[in-house]
């Protein structure tokens, strides 16, 4: 098997115009692309966030899908080898120039929802994808038909108005990419994520989707503020090593506790032990300590 990186933590990826599309570019010879999809639904639970807890999504809980779909499709590699010696291939999960939901669509492996998820036939969305390329040629696999109709149900859920028309979503206006971003905040983005109390990913666009059916176990998606917020180096490896989170680092993710535990006053103590420090996360403890009993931070 061949990889596009071998490194547990790929870099980001090399783009350019028509790359992303262009499977030959990636594995000289190649002729089909076989996509992965691998169903997480049963991360969800139906328990709802206590005061004390943050969203943390359990798409990236562990283990790290990058890792866990990536052996499946090695596995599958090797299977194609097994079928005819001398076979190349190459694997990519959120790792290389490919896109997968391009890909995923035009294998038939789901339609695009309005909300651009990957809507897999009795799985849903919540699934992740991955992509083996070879050089072995194969039958295509024809697209899916589109299944939303009149269905607008995960743009109405978005809290932050992110889509602006089906198929039409802003970045910039998703909690999800404001919670991993490294640079600043704006009043109101820090606003937003404390109310939803966003500690990495969101979910309401999917969770919103009547083809995703989550878990049935009692569980919420949370991590206890105060851990988050006073945690170490060391405890932050405890809680969110090998999770997909992980990269994101710790400054961010205590960053995001700060602005999650805004409302608790129970919290306050943990709050203000984060503002005697230096930092991104310190600054914000200080900003909404000084704004506690106001409307804003
Ligand atoms: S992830 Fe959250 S904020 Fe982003 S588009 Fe979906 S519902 Fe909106
Ligand atoms: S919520 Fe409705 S419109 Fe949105 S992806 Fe699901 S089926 Fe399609």
Same mark, same amino acid.
């Given at each position: 098997m061949q990889r596009l990186a071998t490194r547990p933590r790929p870099p980001f990826v090399r783009w350019e115009p028509g790359y992303c599309c262009a499977p030959e570019r990636w594995l000289p010879g190649a002729q089909s692309v076989l996509v992965g999809a691998v169903s997480y639904g049963h991360r969800y639970g139906k328990g709802v966030l206590s005061p004390r807890q943050g969203y943390f999504s359990p798409f990236a809980h562990r283990p790290d899908y990058h890792v866990l779909v990536r052996e499946k499709l090695e596995a599958l590699g090797q299977y194609l080898c097994a079928l005819k010696p001398g076979t190349r291939c190459l694997v990519q999960v959120d790792s290389g120039p490919g896109c997968e939901r391009i890909f995923a669509l035009l294998a038939g492996i789901g339609w695009q929802g309005k909300n651009n998820f990957i809507i897999v036939p009795g799985h849903g969305s919540f699934v992740w994808l991955g992509m083996l390329v070879t050089d072995l040629p194969l039958p295509a696999d024809e697209p899916l038909p589109d299944a939303c109709g009149d269905c607008r149900r995960c743009l109405q859920a978005c809290p932050t108005g992110a889509y602006s028309a089906p198929y039409q979503y802003a970045h910039q206006r998703c909690l999800a990419y404001w919670a991993s971003r490294k640079g600043g905040l704006s009043a109101e983005e820090a606003k937003l994520l404390g109310k939803y109390r966003i500690i990495y990913g969101c979910d309401f666009c999917q969770l919103a989707c009547p083809h995703n059916d989550a878990g049935n176990h009692e569980g919420a998606a949370g991590v206890d503020l105060a851990d988050v917020l006073t945690m170490s180096p060391a405890r932050f490896r405890e809680l969110f090593?090998? $999770? +997909?989170?992980?990269?994101?680092g710790r400054s961010v993710l205590r960053r995001n506790a700060v602005l999650a535990s805004? +409302?608790? $006053?129970?919290l306050r103590p943990a709050l203000a032990q984060v503002a005697r420090e230096q930092g991104p996360a310190a600054e914000w403890a200080r900003r909404v300590l000084e704004h506690a009993d106001a409307d804003d931070v």
């Open positions: 090593g090998g $999770t +997909a989170a992980e990269w994101r805004a +409302a608790n $006053t129970e």
